[in-house]
């Protein structure tokens, strides 16, 4: 025991002096002597061992990017003679950090369109019930059970110079023969669409491997993060928790009054990856935004707001459609080109976005830009102090997850725990779903004897279909041991997409020439329609300016 006490005091030194790949200030917060006393339920007496606590701020590389640290143990100090002397096989340590991120939770909101258009028809014959043989793309559009949509009928305007589209009135001939000019109006969403999600809380994430390696053999190996802050070797040999973080965040956003809208996968035309196209991502301020449709000049606009302008024919032609997604994307396209940073667009403004473990295409997350310095606690020797815990088994009683729906709320995995010893005693808990569920962190607690306590954790998975989730619930002791394991499972449905008042994304119908017996009966058709109209008034009696 001697001889190992002994190693681990020249390990303190090696440290501090070894830096690699660019980490700085490596340091050494504290270090002591304690002799480290266990008392269990199962006997009153206390099992003492010596061993060494090494209190670490291990900084991160540039920009919150990678480092390393090698520090290698040559020589020893005996107590006994003070003399120095050199080990045969230096053990190494390995202290490896990745690159920060900040994981931001999501929440689905509703599906906006991204260029929605105003066409227009030059008609005889402008009726909101009229066929596409008269307003031919403004012809009112049905669901999917074919059911008439009745607010996706044609606006119409009459002919003249000051209206929404100027045009010609003609003749009195042609009233007579063509019947009287109109224009038929209508709002259509053609081409892409977006989801919207509301942004979060932010968790920060990385992790930490130790290694100690004797030779060619690898006797140590920990990894530990914000989500397993508590880890001991099999052996018992090597104990690290994670205490925290020392650094005020500054670089860190937040983007609580923002929208991130995702480019919609699968849809008409679409390619199936298209949500990993980082240069489709945008981030939006929420007041740009109208959720229920109701306003014009917004994004997510409706055939209510566009058919309900109160000037609609005096209006100038695209009114009610401004400040939508692809004027944005535009302006930052120009931006762009004059080789300035993009003021809506992901690309460009942000660091390793996306890049986190288990990223989806439905999860955010960007890089810290920041250094990040981590305080470890690892536990390897101690004396001069005589320090008493309390360890006490414990047991997971239940696993409890609802099935929810996907990315439009959290699920909530409530997990039940109990004390099944004799004394009070600390434990922690960690929640490890398989992929495709956001970051969970551990979290620390404290039972008496025989009580049971429930903790919850939020579940954020990071794709909106339905799916199935392994999980498991892990209890740990007051030395970070294992001490009991639940596996589960849970199930999500899939993400109802929410137009909003809109309906299923437009296609323009294909348009094809008429054969010339089909031509001479719309003729004669046109004809005898517009000269009943031109006797009756009929034409433009309603939706007149």
């Not at 501090?16 to 490596?26: A, D, E, Q």
């Not at 061993?51 to 520090?71: D, R, T, Y």
């Not at 202290?95 to 509703?110: M, Q």
């Not at 942000?350 to 960007?366: D, K, L, Q, Y």
Request: charged share 20%.
């Amino acid at each position: 025991m001697e001889r190992l006490i002994l190693a681990f005091v020249c390990f303190i030194t090696a440290l501090v002096g070894i830096i690699t790949n660019g980490v700085v200030g490596v340091q050494i917060l504290s270090k002591s002597k304690l002799e480290k006393c266990e008392k269990t339920s199962d006997s009153g007496n206390l099992n003492c061992s010596t061993k060494i606590v090494v209190n670490l701020a291990v900084p991160s590389g540039s920009n919150g990017g990678e480092a390393s640290i090698v520090a290698e143990i040559v020589e020893v100090e005996e107590n006994s003679t003070n003399k120095m002397q050199t080990l045969r096989i230096p053990p190494v340590v390995t202290v490896n950090k990745s690159a920060a991120y900040a994981l931001y939770e999501l929440t689905y909101i509703r599906d906006v369109p991204y260029k929605p258009l105003e066409y227009y028809v030059k008609t005889r014959r402008c009726d909101p019930g009229a066929g596409a043989n008269v307003v031919k793309i403004c012809e009112r559009l049905r669901d999917e059970d074919g059911h008439i949509i009745e607010q996706t009928q044609p606006i119409c305007c009459p002919c003249g110079p000051r209206r929404r589209i100027p045009s010609s009135c003609g003749n009195v001939f042609d009233k007579l023969v063509k019947g009287k000019a109109n224009t038929a109006h209508c709002l259509r969403f053609p081409g892409d669409w977006f989801h919207v999600f509301g942004i979060g809380q932010r968790t920060l994430g990385f992790s930490v491997q130790i290694e100690v390696k004797t030779g060619s053999k690898v006797s140590q190996e920990v990894i530990l993060g914000p989500e397993n802050r508590t880890v001991a070797s099999k052996d018992n040999f090597l104990r690290v928790n994670l205490i925290g973080d020392f650094v005020g965040y500054t670089n860190i956003p937040s983007f609580e009054d923002f929208y991130l809208v995702i480019p919609r996968q699968g849809g008409p035309g679409q390619p199936q990856n298209l949500g990993r196209n980082f240069s489709m991502w945008m981030l939006l301020e929420r007041v740009r935004f109208t959720l229920d449709g109701l306003e014009c000049n917004k994004i997510g606009v409706s055939y209510e707001a566009f058919n309900s302008q109160p000037t609609f024919c005096s209006s100038p032609f695209w009114s009610c459609l401004h400040n939508q997604l692809w004027n944005f994307r535009e302006a930052d396209q120009n931006r762009i080109n004059r080789n300035q940073l993009p003021l809506y667009g992901l690309e460009g403004r942000f660091e390793r976005t996306n890049e986190h473990p288990n990223a989806g295409s439905h999860s955010f997350s960007i890089g810290v830009t920041e250094v990040l310095n981590t305080n470890l606690l690892i536990e390897l020797r101690a004396d001069d102090i005589e320090f008493v815990y309390q360890r006490s088994p414990g047991k997971i009683l239940s696993v409890t997850i609802p099935t929810f729906e996907a990315l439009t709320q959290f699920g909530v995995a409530k997990v039940t725990t109990q004390n099944i010893g004799e004394v009070e005693a600390s434990y922690s808990l960690t929640f490890d779903c398989s992929r495709g569920v956001a970051l969970l962190e551990e979290q620390f607690f404290i039972m008496k004897p025989k009580e049971s306590t429930t903790r919850s954790f939020k579940l954020h998975p990071t794709t909106d279909k339905a799916a199935k989730y392994f999980c498991a619930a892990i209890l740990k002791d007051s030395e970070f041991n294992e001490v009991d394991r639940a596996e589960c499972q849970f199930s999500t449905t899939a993400t109802v997409l929410d137009n909003g008042s809109q309906i299923t994304p437009f296609q323009p119908p294909k348009t094809s020439a008429n054969g010339f017996f089909e031509s001479i009966r719309s003729i004669w058709k046109n004809l005898w329609e517009g000269l009943v109209d031109f006797i009756t008034g009929k034409s433009c009696r309603y939706f007149l300016l």
